[in-house]
C-alpha cells in the first residue's frame, strides 16, 4: 500500500504530518471508533453518508480490496462500477498519503520460495522450533542489530521481552554479539536456557561435519535474567554491563522484537541513559498502552487538538490490512465472521440489554454453521439461554447485508494505518526533543509481519552510514 516514507522527513515535516493525522481522525472518527459487532444494534450503515452508501453498497469482497484498500494485483487497472464521491475518494487518497508506508525499500527474493516454513536465509540449527514468520523477523532485526551495532561502537545488546530467545540466540550465537536477555516469565526463561544448549550442541556437530568452515566470530551465549521491566521506572539491571571489569565501560544498545504495550515505551525511556548508545525497537499492542503514560509521549502531538486515541482506536490500529486485503481478493466464506457476531448482539441485548460487546470465544468453523445455529452456541457462551425464541426473519435480513458489514469493516481498516502512524510519529518526535536522532524503517515483509516499523535511534547522527541498516545481506 502506498504512504509517505518515514525516513528522512525533517522536524517540521513530522510536525505538520502529525498535525494533519490528528485532524483526518477527528473527522471521521465515527468509523475508526466504532465496534464492528454494533453494526445492526448501533445502525453503523446509517451513520455514513447516502452517497457512500450508494457507492459501498453491493460491492463484493474483491472489489473492496481493489477499489477501497487499494490492492489491485499486478499489473490491475482498478475499475469503478460507478462514480465515487469525491469525499469518498479523498479519504482513500488521504489514508494512503498520510500513513507511513510499510513497504520495505529494496526488492528481495523469497526466503520461503523452496520451503514456505523453512527460510533460506537461516541455517537448519537456527530455523529449530521457529515459525516462519519468526524467522524472517529475528533475521531482520538481528542483522540491523548487528549493523548498528557496528556503527555506533556498541559493546553490548539488551533484548528487552526476549521471550523464548529466539532473537537472542541468533544475534549471540549466530551474529557473535554480546547479548543480554531480559524477561519476566521465568517459565519463558527456563525454556530459553533449554534452547540455548540445544543450539550449542547442534552447532558443534554441525562443526564436526564440516571442520572446514571456520567460525568468523567469537560465539556467547545468552546472558538471561529474570525481571519485570516498569514502564515508568528505569531498571537498574537493564543498564548494568555484563563486564563488570574496571577499565569497561559500557555503551549498550537496546532492541524489543514487538515489544508489547508499555514495552516499547520503556525502551524510549531508557534510552536517555548515558550507557545506552542506540536502540531498535519494533513496538506491537498499542491498545495495552497506558493512559496517560504510554501515549502521547512527545510535547508537540500532545499539544495538538484532538490527539487524543481511546482503546478502540488503539486496537484496530494492530490489525494486518495487507492479509485482510488478501482475505477480500480470495472472498472466502471464513468473512462473514464479524456479520453473525454483529447479528448474535443484537440477539444478546434483547435479551439482556445491559450485557454489552462480551467476548464470544471458542465457536470453531463459524463459516459452515447456519446463523441461527451459530447465535445459539453464542449464546450458551455468554451465559444466556441457547434456546432462546429467534426472530430467523431478522437473522436472515442481518446475514443479507454482509456485504455491507465488510464494506464497512474496510473503511475502518483503510484508517487503522494512520493510527498507527501517530503512535509512531510522536515516538519519533519525543526522541528529537530530547536531542537525540530518530528513523523509522521498513524491515520486515508486511504480508509475514503487519508491526514491522522498526524505531532506530541514536545518539549522535550516523549520516551516510544510516542506509546501511536497511539492506539486505546477500
Given amino acids: 500500500m502506498p504512504g509517505v516514507s518515514a525516513r528522512g522527513l525533517s522536524l517540521e515535516q513530522r510536525r505538520q504530518l502529525a498535525v494533519n493525522l490528528t485532524r483526518v481522525l477527528a473527522r471521521y472518527r465515527s468509523i475508526v471508533d466504532a465496534y464492528i459487532i454494533e453494526f445492526f444494534t448501533d445502525n453503523l450503515w446509517g451513520t455514513l453518508p447516502c452517497s457512500w452508501q450508494e457507492a459501498l453498497d453491493g460491492l463484493n469482497p474483491p472489489q473492496l480490496a481493489t477499489q477501497l484498500l487499494g490492492m489491485p494485483g499486478e499489473g490491475e487497472v482498478v475499475r469503478y462500477r460507478s462514480v465515487w464521491p469525491l469525499s469518498l475518494l479523498a479519504l482513500k487518497s488521504t489514508a494512503c498519503a498520510l500513513a507511513f508506508t510499510r513497504t520495505p525499500g529494496f526488492q528481495t527474493p523469497s526466503e520461503?520460495?523452496?520451503?514456505?516454513?523453512?527460510?533460506?536465509?537461516?541455517?537448519a540449527?537456527?530455523?529449530?522450533?521457529?515459525?516462519?514468520?519468526?524467522?524472517?523477523?529475528?533475521?531482520?532485526?538481528?542483522?540491523?542489530?548487528?549493523?548498528?551495532?557496528?556503527?555506533?561502537?556498541?559493546t553490548q545488546v539488551v533484548d528487552i521481552g526476549s521471550g523464548q530467545g529466539h532473537l537472542s540466540r541468533f544475534m549471540s550465537l549466530g551474529l557473535g554479539l554480546l547479548v543480554k536477555s531480559i524477561e519476566g516469565d521465568q517459565r519463558l526463561v527456563q525454556r530459553a536456557q533449554r534452547l540455548d544448549q540445544e543450539l550449542l550442541q547442534a552447532l558443534e556437530k554441525e562443526e564436526k561435519r564440516h571442520p572446514q568452515v571456520v567460525q568468523a566470530s567469537?560465539?556467547?551465549?545468552?546472558?538471561h535474567v529474570v525481571r519485570w521491566v516498569e514502564p515508568m521506572a528505569l531498571c537498574e539491571e537493564l543498564l548494568l554491563p555484563l563486564d563488570t571489569s574496571p577499565q569497561s565501560r559500557a555503551r549498550l544498545l537496546l532492541t524489543g522484537l514487538h515489544a508489547c504495550g508499555d514495552l516499547s515505551v520503556?525502551?524510549?525511556?531508557?534510552?536517555?541513559?548515558?550507557q545506552v548508545v542506540a536502540l531498535a525497537s519494533v513496538g506491537c499492542c498499542y491498545m495495552k498502552l497506558s493512559d496517560p503514560g504510554g501515549y502521547p509521549l512527545s510535547q508537540w502531538v500532545a499539544g495538538l487538538p484532538g490527539h487524543e486515541l481511546p482503546y478502540r482506536l488503539r486496537e484496530g490500529?494492530?490489525?494486518?490490512?495487507?492479509?485482510?486485503?488478501?482475505?477480500?481478493?480470495?472472498?472466502?466464506?471464513?468473512?462473514?465472521?464479524?456479520?453473525?457476531?454483529?447479528?448474535?448482539?443484537?440477539?444478546?441485548?434483547?435479551?439482556?440489554?445491559?450485557?454489552?460487546?462480551p467476548g464470544v470465544q471458542g465457536i470453531p468453523r463459524i463459516h459452515e454453521l447456519k446463523i441461527e445455529e451459530y447465535v445459539r452456541r453464542g449464546l450458551r457462551r455468554v451465559g444466556l439461554d441457547p434456546q432462546l425464541p429467534l426472530n430467523l426473519a431478522a437473522l436472515q435480513a442481518h446475514q443479507a447485508q454482509e456485504n455491507r458489514v465488510v464494506a464497512f469493516f474496510s473503511l475502518a481498516l483503510l484508517l487503522a494505518p494512520l493510527v498507527e502512524t501517530l503512535i509512531l510519529l510522536d515516538r519519533l518526535l519525543y526522541v528529537q526533543e530530547q536531542g537525540f536522532y530518530a528513523e523509522l524503517?521498513?524491515?520486515?515483509?508486511?504480508?509475514?509481519?503487519?508491526?514491522?516499523?522498526?524505531?532506530v535511534a541514536t545518539k549522535r547522527p550516523l549520516g551516510e552510514a544510516f542506509s546501511l541498516l536497511e539492506m539486505e545481506d546477500s
Avoid at 525502551?267 to 541513559?273: D, T
Wanted: hydrophobic share 30%; aromatic share 6%.
Fill in 112 to 123: 520461503f520460495l523452496e520451503n514456505p516454513s523453512q527460510s533460506s536465509r537461516l541455517t
Fill in 125 to 154: 540449527p537456527f530455523r529449530k522450533h521457529v515459525r516462519p514468520k519468526k524467522q524472517h523477523e529475528i533475521r531482520r532485526l538481528g542483522e540491523l542489530v548487528k549493523k548498528l551495532s557496528d556503527l555506533t561502537g556498541c
Fill in 218 to 223: 567469537p560465539r556467547y551465549s545468552p546472558h
Fill in 266 to 274: 520503556t525502551l524510549l525511556r531508557h534510552f536517555s541513559c548515558p
Fill in 317 to 357: 490500529a494492530c490489525h494486518a490490512l495487507e492479509e485482510y486485503a488478501e482475505r477480500l481478493q480470495k472472498s472466502g466464506p471464513g468473512l462473514r465472521t464479524h456479520c453473525y457476531r454483529a447479528a448474535l448482539e443484537t440477539v444478546i441485548r434483547g435479551a439482556q440489554p445491559e450485557l454489552r460487546r
Fill in 441 to 455: 524503517l521498513p524491515i520486515f515483509s508486511p504480508a509475514l509481519s503487519p508491526r514491522n516499523l522498526v524505531l
